[in-house]
């Protein structure tokens, strides 16, 4: 396999991680009071945002003959490290507000 069709898998393993957990948080942020809600809804379509233009790069890298490097690998990193860190940061809200974030364990 060459480097630019495993650096493809890489992210899109890390983009399907990222939206089941947006899915996730989505289902948890229901269960939360309706002013902490908005809040929560406002940040997942934030989440949203974030996870479309991530799909987009991807698919640039996609239609790219070379193997990726440069700006186009620089972008894709930094939108995947901004994703996690705003996914971090909306989970810690949740718990704070005492909603199990279990993500693939059973809810206790």
């Known amino acids: 396999m060459d480097k630019k069709i495993i ?3 890489k992210i899109k393993a ?3 991680k990222a ?3 947006i899915y996730q948080l989505k289902a ?3 269960r939360v009071n309706l002013e902490d809600g908005i ?3 406002k940040q997942l379509e934030k989440l949203k945002a974030m996870r479309d233009l991530l799909r987009l790069e991807l698919q640039e890298l996609k ?3 070379e193997d990726p490097g440069g700006d186009l690998e620089k972008r894709i990193q930094n939108s995947m ?3 996690k860190e705003t996914l971090d940061i909306a989970i810690s809200k949740l718990k704070q507000e005492n909603v199990n974030l279990s993500f693939g ?3 206790k």
């Open 28 to 30: 948890k942020a229901e």
């Open 19 to 21: 939206n089941a957990k």
């Open 81 to 83: 490290n901004d994703l």
């Open 63 to 65: 239609e790219i003959e």
């Open 14 to 16: 890390q983009l399907k």
């Open 7 to 9: 650096y493809q898998e």
């Open 39 to 41: 809040d929560c809804y």
């Open 105 to 107: 364990r059973k809810d």
